[in-house]
């Protein structure tokens, strides 16, 4: 885990939709306040494609505590 920890403003976490025949990445943010270090609480997703809600526990996550920001550094609006 980066040094610069509590710089970051949110994070992020994906998993994969759970639903047969989905399958979809999905990504979770949370805020860094109030979340501690080692992460112990369940994720809370939605399906950008099918559109469920699901939980994911920490152990089962493709990415985690990536800052968000990372995520969004190339993207450019047009």
């Known amino acids: ?3 610069d920890w509590d710089e970051h403003d949110d994070i992020a976490a994906g998993s994969s939709c759970p639903m047969p025949n989905c399958g979809e990445l999905a990504v979770a943010y949370r805020s860094t ?3 501690e270090r080692d992460h112990s609480e369940p ?3 939605t399906c950008p494609r099918c559109g469920i ?3 994911v526990p920490e152990d ?3 990415f985690q ?3 968000s920001k990372w995520l969004l550094a ?3 609006a047009a």
């Open 1 to 3: 885990m980066p040094d």
């Open 53 to 55: 809600d699901f939980t």
């Open 74 to 76: 190339g993207v450019q």
């Open 65 to 67: 505590s990536v800052p």
């Open 43 to 45: 994720w809370e997703f």
């Open 33 to 35: 306040d109030g979340v």
């Open 60 to 62: 089962e996550l493709i």
